[in-house]
């Protein structure tokens, strides 16, 4: 009996043995607050190049599940028609025109003023009060002065470039560095940078920019780090370039310009579906806030597509500041909202510090707002009662309540306003100012009430600077 006994125990022990090792061999589900963010923001795509906005002819699945699997913005705005201040933007979360950052910066190395102003805290320099560790992989455009640099503004990590631009192709990178510029636009020719090294590259950028990011999202989640990636693609922004790989997946499209971008595109959407497929592999994918988004509208000379929308890159037209918008947290965010509310992408900065609830200095109030009250349904009202934008340099103007939007596209102190109801008219072709004279006046004056509260430029553009001629 007691040899009995004695069996069943050790019978026992193996079962709950073999249950224990079972489950040890499950993946562990880490907690969904707060979640680590990634930020994938391409540079000039058109908005309706995305298939969640309609495009045929360029497949972008991977980027569609962001949308599918969580919230599609069909009216996500960014803060500026030109990447460099929409840039600056997202980075603070605060419209840019009010620490004078108006149009795009200067590319001289020896400019302390040409940048990002060093008093304003970075999206990076806000997590670091949460702990998160920060990486920039891309395109920064926020300043080459040594004061600007990523490692200087909050992130820990950085690959990539400094200016607004850059070639694709590796055998194209042959300068060392900004000291090497001979003339204006040869800093595209420059090595990337890896914090504050140069290292050589033997893929095509897209491409090495993913492989990037993956190593890094590794390394955080080995080390179990709360971690955030501005993975900033230049594509598809000029000059078109594409490997045979990309362009021979679109043998319908005849045009050169379009093939070549479509190509581009389709680089960046491989990219978002590896990064997914790690955010898989690694567990963590319901702990992971990603967003993508376009810095601004698609531009004029690099085959893009804004239609339905009205105008291009630079204007304030809804093709200038509307882009392709998505945003995914899978178990918070419900899949597949069409979120038809505008919002901003200064909204990102506001949502994820609401997740870490971390206090913001009344000196440097953030303009964004949290938008997962309003994906999962716990707000119904519209996330802002005024959207604004401001082209100091040319004097336009506009501004969005509700369904209206007041617009000059040209100088409006010496030109009229026009007022679309964009709810009805998204391509902006109706122009209803003549019968909403009171209305129009009332969103004039909320304008420059805000217009008050800004800056003017407080630094050289690219188009003064000379510094690569010593002139």
């Known amino acids: 009996m007691k040899k009995l006994t004695f069996t069943v125990i050790l019978v026992a022990i193996a079962i709950i043995g073999a249950a224990m ?41 991977n980027i569609d599940r962001i949308a599918n699997e969580g919230a599609r913005f069909n009216e996500g705005y960014v803060t500026f028609p030109v990447c460099g201040p929409s840039r600056a933007g997202f980075l603070t979360g605060r419209y840019q025109d009010r620490f004078g950052y108006t149009t795009n910066p200067s590319i001289d190395p020896n400019n302390a003023v040409s940048g990002l102003p060093v008093e304003e805290q970075t999206i990076a320099n806000v997590l670091k009060k949460a702990d998160y560790n920060s990486a920039i992989i891309g395109k920064w455009h926020m300043g080459t002065h040594p004061n600007f ?59 090495e920019l993913t492989d990037a990011s993956i190593r890094y999202i590794k390394k955080q989640t080995k080390k179990d780090q709360h971690f955030m990636v501005y993975l900033a693609y230049n594509a598809p922004h000029t000059p078109l370039q594409a490997t045979e790989k990309y362009l021979n997946r679109f043998p319908n499209i005849k045009n050169k310009k379009r093939k070549t971008y479509a190509a581009m595109v389709s680089a960046v959407d491989d990219g978002v ?45 809804e093709g200038g500041v509307r882009v392709p918008f998505a945003m995914r947290w899978k178990g918070t965010i419900p899949a597949k909202v069409d979120y038809k509310q505008p919002i901003s992408s200064l909204d990102i900065m506001a949502t994820i510090v609401a997740q870490n609830k971390i206090k913001i200095g009344k000196e440097r ?21 005024y959207l604004f934008w401001r082209k100091w340099e040319k004097n336009y ?26 709810s009805e008219d998204m391509s902006e072709t109706k122009n209803i100012k003549d019968d909403h004279d009171q209305l129009s006046k009332e969103l004039t004056s909320q304008w420059e009430a805000w217009n008050s509260e800004l800056k003017d430029r407080v630094f050289p553009t690219l188009n003064e600077d000379k510094w690569w001629g010593l002139e």
Request: hydrophobic share 35%; aromatic share 10%.
């Open 397 to 422: 103007m506009a501004i969005r309540n509700g369904n209206y939007k007041l617009v000059a596209n040209s100088d409006w102190k010496n030109n009229p306003t026009e007022l679309y109801n964009i």
């Open 365 to 385: 109030p953030l303009d964004g707002v949290n938008l997962i009250p309003y994906l999962n349904g716990t707000k119904n009202s519209a996330p802002h009662d």
């Open 149 to 207: 640099h990523p490692l200087k503004r909050g992130f820990d990590y950085f690959y990539g470039f400094l200016s607004g631009g850059h070639n694709y192709m590796p055998e194209m990178l042959t300068l060392n560095d900004l000291s090497e510029v001979s003339k204006k636009w040869e800093w595209y020719k420059t090595k990337i940078i890896e914090n504050h090294d140069k290292v050589e590259i033997d893929d095509y950028l897209t491409d």
């Open 273 to 317: 579906g590896r990064i997914l497929k790690t955010l898989e592999e690694e567990n963590i994918d319901e702990n992971t806030l990603v967003v993508f988004l376009s810095d601004n509208g698609g531009a004029k000379n690099n085959a893009s597509i804004n239609l339905p929308l009205r105008g291009k890159k630079g204007d304030l037209y």
């Open 21 to 61: 090792m079972s489950l040890n061999d499950q993946p562990v589900k880490k907690k969904k607050t707060p979640p680590n963010l990634i930020v994938i923001m391409v540079d000039d795509m058109g908005w309706f190049d995305v298939g969640f906005n309609g495009c045929k002819d360029i497949p972008t699945p």
